[in-house]
């Protein structure tokens, strides 16, 4: 029967790999095996009070353990990848105290209260995803109750409207978002394990093979995630291979007051997304281009703004510096 299963088994991630590709707009993709390494845009983590421990597979240091308290953390990278307005985020975990909410991703946006960009949690025994903004909490739950020390696939998409929660590759719920926007504060990193505010919703347990993606995944790779998990040094293998049809793109020039000149490099349709330094998207270049071309910049007010072009879904995100 076991030998079955197993066949069985084999034949749903076969199906799996061939209907999906869990490598477009992976952002970032963290194994973490005893620390935060992270190979596809080197969006390393630092770690704080975590410890190896035994990952979902059962095999030694091959995920993070969190002890529960203010200093038990990973720092990952204040970069605006990780805040886009379309995310996707999966993860495994395995709880060893139910608190009332632990935070398993957090990212904070510029309220001093109200003040979640994005997270995932546990709160009162079921995950949780929630987005505020200054007048406005958005809670979507699972369906599934939380037994200590089991370990669960956990995955959430999000962008300006919607929410969708996953447990072990299985859509539990979605809704309609009333918060405005992510609203991200351009001064703060993005958190796994905690929160870092002054009331810090601590996470203690372990937490193993975590990914970012810069789109909304669908059920099948949600499904997929969970049947297959792909290592991230794996992934790392084929990421480069898309990301060299980037190679040649550039952004022109650079301090700028009225035209940047904009290429996808290599001959090669592109799309492009402008954002701000808070993750706002202000412009999108809509349907694909075949040659460079000029966007004007002379009506945005001076500041920081950030350019990602993508050919093929592999991106490449370039700071413009508005005069």
């Known amino acids: 029967m076991k030998k079955i299963t197993f066949l069985f088994l084999l034949g749903m991630i076969g199906s799996a790999k061939a209907q999906v590709n ?6 970032a993709c963290y194994a973490l095996d005893g620390n935060a390494t992270e190979p596809i845009n080197n969006f390393t983590g630092t770690l704080s009070s975590v410890s190896p421990t035994l990952g979902h597979l059962g095999a030694a240091n091959t995920a993070l353990y969190f002890s529960g308290n203010n200093s038990s953390y990973v720092q990952l990278p204040n970069n605006s990848m990780l805040k886009p307005n379309e995310i996707s985020f999966s993860a495994w975990v395995k709880a060893s105290v139910l608190y009332s909410n632990q935070a398993i991703v957090f990212t904070k946006n510029t309220q001093s209260s109200f003040f979640t960009a994005y997270t995932i949690a546990i709160f009162s ?13 958005d809670l979507l739950y699972s369906t599934t109750a939380v037994t200590l020390n089991t370990w669960y696939h956990v995955a959430f998409s999000m962008d300006i409207s919607t929410a969708k929660i996953y447990v072990n590759g299985v859509l ?43 789109r909304i995944l669908n059920n099948s790779e949600v499904s997929a995630l969970y049947a297959e998990d792909v290592f991230c040094s794996e992934i790392a293998t084929e990421i480069p291979k898309r990301q060299t049809l980037l190679s040649g793109a550039f952004i022109y020039p650079n301090p700028a007051k009225e035209i940047v000149k904009i ?3 290599n001959g090669l349709p592109y799309t492009y997304v402008v954002n701000d330094l808070l993750g706002k998207e202000i412009f999108t270049s809509g349907l694909p281009l075949e040659e460079s071309s000029d966007y004007l910049i002379q009506d945005l007010p001076a500041g920081i703004y950030f350019i990602t072009i993508k050919s093929e879904n592999s991106p ?8």
């Open 22 to 27: 869990l490598t477009s707009s992976l952002t």
């Open 125 to 137: 025994g079921s995950f949780v995803v929630c987005r505020q903004d200054a007048n406005t909490t």
């Open 172 to 214: 539990e719920g979605s809704m309609n978002l009333g918060s405005t926007g992510f609203n991200y504060d351009p001064t703060r990193n993005v958190l796994l394990g905690g929160t870092n505010e002054p009331f810090n919703n601590y996470f203690n347990g372990s937490i193993d093979n975590v990914r970012f993606y810069n």
């Open 263 to 265: 290429s996808g490099g």
């Open 316 to 323: 490449k995100t370039f700071k413009l510096i508005k005069e």
